[in-house]
């Protein structure tokens, strides 16, 4: 048993290993490894349990699989865990034949007997949509990226046909099923390790202490300072390159870029576009990058009364001068948002019409709405750098004087970050500066979790908005067989988010990795960042 951890007992511990300010030896790690930076702690190591963060976005890759996974070119679901796969002529079932010999990781917490079956596939997805399961409501039982897009009430039932096979079984036809499941939050656990657990009381272990098939296992967790990940020596894909990866998640002292100045970072995960005339300067860093899946928006509070008038809403989305935003937070690295998909999306829609620039329109607006005399707003602001939104402190304050121009005073509200599922308790706030990051490429990705009136009776949807005709539309293009139907509905759903405006679209951001030159074999997806299996240090 190594001395430190890691994760189960001693001096340090809480449910994890605490921080007891370990300092990261760089230089160590070098020799069978690398640092990554640009990331925030993790809540839980289970991606089922977050719609946002380190956990869904870079570890998940690492530690588990997902029965498919999405082709970074073409957005479409490949093979992965499931090799093949069958549908039914309706659309509601699905077989997957699952890959031969994949076995689990072996941590100082579980030791696996035996390799993947779908006994491990059905538990995974049965925890999330069974209310009687034994883990739905372990580590608080909300799965928030499922409940936004209705999985538990689409997901009838999932059962073993044999070993190697399974059948889901859905309510209806849903053509972005298939995406849903390839995405980071679908992740694989082991039934096996979910039983011991269960045998011996401690059932909220599986979040904490994870067992995965992925290509690294967890070793271990400092709070607020380092997450280091192992080499899983019996990857199906086979073994990582690399003997370790840490993550350092540490806030104090110097900031990440001048860590990957100072080389006590390899990797700079999604700088922030002040930064890079900066990198591409450094003859030792590669700087990459690629469009991403993403949209910095305002969700406007539509329960509140000012907000509930159309003519309000429109006003602040016509005050605002993206332009300038683009200027002086993105660098030239960004994009202006239209509407809320992505230019990337294949159901983009580009409308200049309602989204553009008009500060007389806007107070025109505003005194048919009856607040010529002004109108006094707060406007909840992360502090965390985004991809969609490298700096969103200079975005609020450049907003805040756009509206002080028409008449309109906004309070800014910092936030450490926007935790969708606390949204009950954040009811009292006018507007929340956010965004979102696509984790597939269907445009129900986009609109259903952020926007449906499912998502907003789960307490999800931030901008408390609910429309039966746009949900109606998102219903039935997951259905419609025929592309250019499908692509016609959702054109029309973006057509009443434009007319409606409870989200205030404001810029798509570029995807950027920057890491040190002797290090090659990183994979860009626009959606998360991937497994670094392939990863090696070439020179010294």
């Known amino acids: 048993m190594k001395t430190l951890l890691r994760l189960t007992l001693g001096l340090c511990g809480l449910s994890l290993l605490a921080g007891c300010g370990e300092k990261i030896d760089h230089s160590k790690i070098r020799q069978s490894g690398f640092v990554y930076c640009g990331q925030g702690s993790p809540s839980t190591f289970n991606p089922q349990l977050v719609d946002s963060g380190i956990t869904s976005e870079a570890l998940s890759p690492q530690i588990y699989d997902t029965l498919l996974k999405l082709d970074p070119e073409t957005h479409l679901p490949i093979a992965n865990l499931a090799t093949e796969w069958t549908v039914n002529s309706s659309g509601t079932e699905y077989v997957f034949k699952l890959r031969p010999g994949v076995q689990f990781q072996t941590t ?69 099923f298939l995406s849903n499941i390839s995405t ?110 993403n949209v910095a928006f305002i969700a406007v509070n539509t329960s509140h009364p000012a907000l509930n008038d159309v003519r309000v809403r429109k006003a602040l989305n016509f005050a605002i001068n993206r332009q300038n935003i683009l200027d002086s937070v993105y660098y030239g690295t960004g994009s202006m948002a239209y509407n809320i998909l992505p230019p990337t999306s294949w159901a983009y829609q580009k409308d200049n019409v309602q989204v553009r620039y008009d500060r007389n329109y806007a107070i025109a607006l505003l005194r048919d709405a009856g607040f010529e005399s002004g109108l006094e707003l707060t406007m909840s602001v992360p502090l965390e750098p985004r991809a969609y939104n490298p700096s969103p402190r200079k975005t609020a304050e450049l907003i805040q004087s756009n509206l002080a121009d028409i008449g309109v005073t906004l309070h800014l509200i910092p936030e450490d970050r926007l935790d969708r599922t606390e949204l009950s308790e954040r009811s009292y706030v006018d507007l929340f500066l956010t965004g979102w990051t ?103």
């Open 184 to 293: 980071t939050h679908a992740v694989i656990l082991s039934a096996e390790y979910a039983q011991q657990l269960a045998l011996r009381d401690e059932k909220s272990l599986i979040d904490s202490h994870p067992v995965g098939t992925g290509p690294f296992y967890l070793d271990e967790y400092q709070i607020h300072d380092l997450v280091r990940l192992r080499r899983h020596n019996g990857y199906w894909n086979g073994p990582a390159k690399m003997e370790q990866v840490v993550f350092d998640i540490s806030q104090r002292g110097t900031g990440t870029l001048a860590k990957l100045l100072r080389n006590e970072c390899d990797v700079l995960s999604s700088p922030i576009s002040s930064q890079i005339p900066i990198i591409e300067k450094q003859s030792n860093i590669v700087l990459n990058s690629k469009p991403a899946m």
């Open 108 to 176: 100082q917490w579980f030791t696996p007997t035996r390799t993947l079956n779908a006994e491990d596939v059905v538990f995974s997805f049965r925890r999330i949509i069974d209310t009687t399961n034994p883990y739905h409501y372990v580590s608080h039982g909300t799965y928030p990226w499922f409940v936004g897009i209705d999985f538990s009430n689409l997901l009838i039932d999932v059962i073993a046909l044999d070993d190697h096979t399974v059948k889901f079984t859905l309510s209806r036809a849903d053509n972005s």
């Open 438 to 540: 696509g984790v597939t490429g269907d445009p129900d990705n986009f609109l259903r979790p952020l926007l449906s009136c499912d998502a907003n009776r789960a307490g999800l949807n931030v901008a408390m908005w609910c429309n039966s005709d746009f949900d109606f539309l998102l219903d039935l293009a997951l259905e419609v067989e025929r592309p250019r139907y499908r692509l016609n509905l959702y054109k029309q759903a973006q057509n009443i988010l434009n007319q409606e405006f409870p989200v205030i679209p404001l810029a798509h951001g570029m995807q950027f990795k920057a890491y040190n030159k002797t290090l090659t074999g990183f994979r860009l997806s626009p959606f998360n960042v991937e497994p670094f299996n392939h990863v090696e240090r070439v020179t010294e």
